[in-house]
């Protein structure tokens, strides 16, 4: 006997488990004829279905082919899968059986209903990528009509809801059928009648095919004129995951905590708006170690993140296409008050996700209606990930041709803002035209959106290295007030408050942007290095320096700490890393072009570079 899998990744095993070499065209060949009613088809068929991006008699010279090789595929065993005649390929389903079989098997509804929502979460035929369009229109067929036997099996299974257990395995089928058509209200209205009731009530969207942007109309009265070109858009449902959640220690509060994202997955699914991700692709993208590859590949705009800790469970809500954190929140999980007021939690948590979702989806929808503008924009930020000169030209590069398919394209004026001041930076030569481009550009993405905290952020940065350290604050003080979980701003606000002579306040922040985002970038270790320098806690600085994966902007302040606690050896290790990096680097003109509010951190910063040996 052998065995087609085609859940999953399409192949075909013997019976002991070893798998069988075989043509990925013979498998789907073989997937084909088992689907239909027949098991048989003529050759010509066949031929026309594996190859009709090409000339007929081009085809049937190619199944010749593929006949040949599975004749000769493992010695023949294989052969006895099909009996081939001169005009037709018949399966032969007495040497074959197929994980298909599911869908005709009997047994009670909950059994089926469990059996059918298993293989359908796996995916039909993933792992291929279809070579024709008719291989494609089949495949995308064979989902249809498995994901309505889905269906039908949830409904036959509707009697049985009271037995134990059939309560999660309904729900969790419901969540995949929703997963798929977001837009089906018969078993979203079952879904909630399972768990309790939508806590949503009537707040929720009522799901209607128009735009979800309210516009705004200017005091003139008039409605302007990008919201006019989205709103006509068709309704293209975002996509949001729930990360189940981790923990350092195993300890019995995460399974009440994965409990609770359960509850808080059917809450959301109340939400017209918005397509959920069903749990166990949730578990799988938590599992894969290239997240935000796997997020990308699957459309995901937002993803919930959740961790469990001796503090609580700690949630936040991310932006995918900007890493934007647009809320965070801990929650407490202790074990007495947890069983009673899980239900609480989940609907708390539930109306804060709601909320900001609907906050967002004007942004969304501006990234959206502009998807080469979006996807350069994305290559440019992937690349300022790295403070390399290399690499920061590219990004801009990357942002310049974003804004040659959008020319207002605001997120793209801060992505070239900040490809300026991080210029200025990384050469340390004080050139103040590049100041002053990132100054302009960050006015253009103030003057195109106002309301994103992105733009004063960056007219913040830029401020500050101008030598306008009041400024500075003021702009990344609105930045956050716009964006209070946004821990880039919340970062950049830190690292403007250390040159305003208030180490203490910058430190308390960066760890608070530190929170929000705890695979903390590089940038963020090195301003709370800075901070730390300043209160004169120096070892402190200095393991924040080593913490980052790339030292090299940091090594001048490495140096500086390790002189000051007159650790020698340390200090020539990096003040010998930053001359190889900037070997015409000067302490007196590089503390000439460096704003620090009071003269005191100066004479600091000078005292540690000349004992270091700068």
């Given amino acids: 006997m052998l065995h087609l899998?085609?859940?999953?990744?399409?192949r075909l095993i013997e019976t002991n488990g070893d798998p069988v070499r075989y043509p990925i065209k013979g498998l789907l060949m073989m997937a084909h004829l088992y689907a239909g009613a027949s098991h048989e088809l003529s050759r010509y068929e066949l031929a026309q279905f594996l190859w009709n991006d090409v000339e007929a008699d081009l085809a049937r010279l190619n199944l010749r082919k593929l006949l040949s090789r599975i004749r000769e595929t493992d010695g023949g065993r294989a052969e006895m899968a099909f009996d081939f005649t001169a005009t037709t390929v018949r399966l032969n389903t007495q040497v074959v059986s197929s994980d298909l079989d599911i869908f005709r098997a009997g047994g009670s509804p909950l059994e089926r209903l469990?059996?059918?929502?298993?293989?359908?979460?796996?995916?039909?035929?993933?792992?291929?990528?279809p070579a024709t369009k008719l291989i494609d229109a089949w495949i995308r067929a064979q989902r249809d009509a498995q994901a309505l036997q889905l269906r039908q099996a949830l409904l036959d299974a509707l009697p049985?809801?009271?037995?134990?257990?059939?309560?999660?395995?309904?729900s969790s089928a419901a969540l995949q059928i929703l997963e798929r058509d977001p837009k089906d209200e018969q078993v979203r209205a079952l879904l909630h009648r399972l768990s309790g009731g939508s806590s949503l009530n009537e707040s929720l969207p009522n799901g209607d095919d128009h735009a979800r942007v309210q516009v705004k109309r200017s005091e003139t009265g008039e409605t302007p004129a990008d919201i006019e070109r989205i709103s006509p858009m068709p309704l293209i449902l975002p996509r949001l995951v729930l990360l189940p959640p981790t923990s350092k220690h195993?300890?019995?509060?995460?399974?009440?905590?994965?409990?609770?994202?359960?509850d808080v997955t059917i809450?959301?699914?109340?939400?017209?708006?918005?397509?959920?991700?069903?749990?166990h692709t949730a578990g799988q993208i938590r599992r894969d170690s290239e997240k935000a590859a796997v997020v990308a590949r699957h459309s995901?705009?937002?993803?919930?993140d959740t961790r469990l800790s001796e503090e609580g469970l700690f949630a936040q809500l991310v932006y995918f296409p900007t890493d934007e954190i647009i809320w965070a929140n801990r929650f407490a999980m202790t074990p007495d008050i947890l069983p009673r007021q899980r239900r609480l939690i989940a609907q708390q948590l539930t109306m804060s996700v709601a909320r900001e979702l609907a906050e967002n989806e004007e942004e969304r929808l501006r990234f959206e209606a502009n998807p080469e503008a979006y996807h350069a924009y994305l290559v440019g930020s992937s690349l300022m990930s790295k403070l390399t000169l290399p690499h920061i030209r590219r990004a801009r590069k990357a942002f310049k041709q974003s804004l040659s398919h959008k020319a207002d394209f605001s997120p793209s004026f801060t992505g070239l803002a900040r490809t300026f001041t991080s210029e200025w930076l990384v050469t340390a030569q004080g050139n103040n035209e590049l100041l002053h481009l990132a100054e302009q550009n960050a006015l253009r993405a103030i003057e195109r959106d106002p309301a994103s905290a992105a733009g004063h952020r960056e007219l913040g940065v830029t401020k500050l290295y101008l030598g306008d350290v009041d400024a500075s604050v003021a702009a990344l003080h609105l930045a956050e007030e716009l964006s209070p979980h946004f821990a880039d701003v919340i970062y950049s606000h830190a690292d403007t408050l250390v040159h305003a002579s208030r180490p203490g306040d910058a430190l308390a922040k960066i760890k608070k942007a530190?929170?929000?985002?705890?695979?903390?970038?590089?940038?963020?270790?090195?301003?709370a290095a800075g901070a730390s320098f300043f209160l004169e806690q120096y070892e402190e600085a200095i393991a924040y320096v080593e913490a980052m994966k790339d030292k090299a902007p940091a090594h001048r302040i490495a140096a500086a700490s390790c002189a000051m606690i007159g650790d020698r050896k340390r200090a020539l290790f990096h003040r010998q890393r930053a001359e190889n990096i900037n070997p015409v680097f000067d302490v007196e003109k590089w503390l000439a072009i460096v704003p620090f509010k009071e003269h005191w951190q100066k004479e600091l910063y000078r005292e540690g570079l000349l004992k270091a040996g700068f």
């Fill in 250 to 262: 195993a300890d019995a509060g995460l399974a009440l905590a994965n409990a609770l994202i359960e």
């Fill in 114 to 129: 469990n059996a059918i929502a298993e293989l359908t979460q796996r995916g039909f035929i993933g792992n291929i990528k």
């Fill in 267 to 279: 809450e959301l699914c109340a939400l017209r708006n918005i397509s959920i991700v069903a749990p």
């Fill in 160 to 170: 049985d809801a009271q037995k134990p257990g059939a309560a999660r395995t309904i």
């Fill in 300 to 304: 995901i705009a937002y993803l919930l």
């Fill in 514 to 527: 530190i929170l929000l985002n705890p695979i903390a970038p590089d940038a963020y270790l090195w301003c």
């Fill in 5 to 10: 899998q085609t859940f999953g990744d399409l």
